[in-house]
């Protein structure tokens, strides 16, 4: 008789702060981009096999030319994404 295994994943998955996820699988890979508001550089990426293991991939937004909040509220700056992938590309669509 084979033995059960249990897995623990730990929640949250990606620490800190990672708001509105948006979570795109091209092949064996996962793609994610969180919402940053205020923050620059603006809309975090992340790459995982798994969606536990990941590795940051910086920011979307990452120059002033990108990301000029001037006269947003807190909070009423950058949202995530949708991310989706066509032709190689991978696309952000609000």
Same mark, same amino acid.
Do not use: K, Y
């Given at each position: 008789?084979?033995?059960?295994? #249990?897995?623990? !994943?730990?929640?949250?998955? $990606?620490?800190?702060?990672?708001?509105?996820?948006?979570?795109?699988? !091209? /092949?064996?890979?996962?793609?994610?981009?969180?919402? #940053?508001?205020?923050?620059?550089? /603006? !809309?975090?990426?992340?790459?995982?096999?798994?969606?536990?293991?990941?590795?940051? $991939?910086?920011?979307? *937004?990452?120059? #002033?030319? *990108?990301?000029? $909040?001037?006269?947003?509220?807190?909070?009423?700056?950058?949202?995530?994404?949708? *991310?989706?992938?066509?032709?190689? *590309?991978?696309? /952000?669509?609000?």
């Amino acid at each position: 008789m084979r033995q059960r295994t #249990t897995r623990v !994943v730990r929640n949250p998955v $990606l620490a800190g702060s990672h708001p509105d996820p948006s979570i795109l699988r !091209v /092949g064996a890979d996962f793609h994610r981009a969180t919402s #940053t508001f205020e923050w620059c550089p /603006g !809309v975090r990426l992340h790459h995982s096999r798994d969606l536990v293991h990941g590795r940051p $991939l910086g920011g979307a *937004l990452d120059s #002033t030319r *990108l990301l000029d $909040l001037t006269g947003c509220p807190d909070s009423g700056g950058v949202w995530a994404q949708n *991310l989706s992938h066509a032709d190689g *590309l991978f696309h /952000g669509c609000r």
